[in-house]
């Protein structure tokens, strides 16, 4: 419910540049989760891909339980990270280039919050460019945070 709430508000943000968001959910599942948290957590990664990816495309948004986990991944069609920029992307204040400036709608804050509401859910956050292009971003949040391997 929650992916489905996040996508339709993206869908209408999409709108003026033609993009599109689709959700598919393999598998359905419940989570011990602060749900208003989570909710800005992928929303500022889904945001984040609105931003970057080309007019006239589509955003995916996938969810999935796997091995005692959901995994939510969003991958765009934009131009993806510079290998070497991947690892800092959840730093807070860190752009990969001038043209993702503040200007340009950004304060480098966004994937940063996302990061540490994860991680407070006892998750983890990974970016990674896909082979077919664009950025791919995977939450993997465990259905009980106090069940998290440490």
């Known amino acids: 419910e929650l992916l489905r709430q996040i996508v339709e508000d993206a869908n209408y943000a999409g ?14 599942g419940r989570i011990q989760a602060d749900p208003s948290l989570l909710r800005t957590g992928i929303e500022n990664i889904v945001h ?7 007019p ?16 939510v991944t969003v991958r765009d069609d934009g131009p993806g990270v510079p ?3 991947l690892a800092q992307l959840f730093e807070p204040f860190y ?12 304060r480098g804050l966004g994937l940063a919050i996302s990061q ?8 983890t956050i ?4 896909h082979p077919q292009g664009g950025l791919e971003v995977e939450i993997i949040v465990p259905f009980d945070p106090s069940a998290r391997k440490v």
């Open 83 to 85: 290998d070497e920029a």
């Open 95 to 106: 752009r990969v280039s001038e043209s993702r400036s503040e200007k340009a709608g950004g």
């Open 56 to 71: 006239e495309t589509a955003i995916e948004v996938s969810g999935r339980r796997n091995e005692g986990n959901i995994l």
């Open 126 to 129: 990974i970016a990674r460019n």
């Open 116 to 123: 540490r509401i994860v991680s407070l859910h006892g998750g």
């Open 15 to 28: 709108q003026p540049r033609k993009i599109t968001v689709k959700l598919v959910v393999s598998s359905a």
């Open 48 to 54: 984040n891909a609105l931003q970057y990816t080309r």
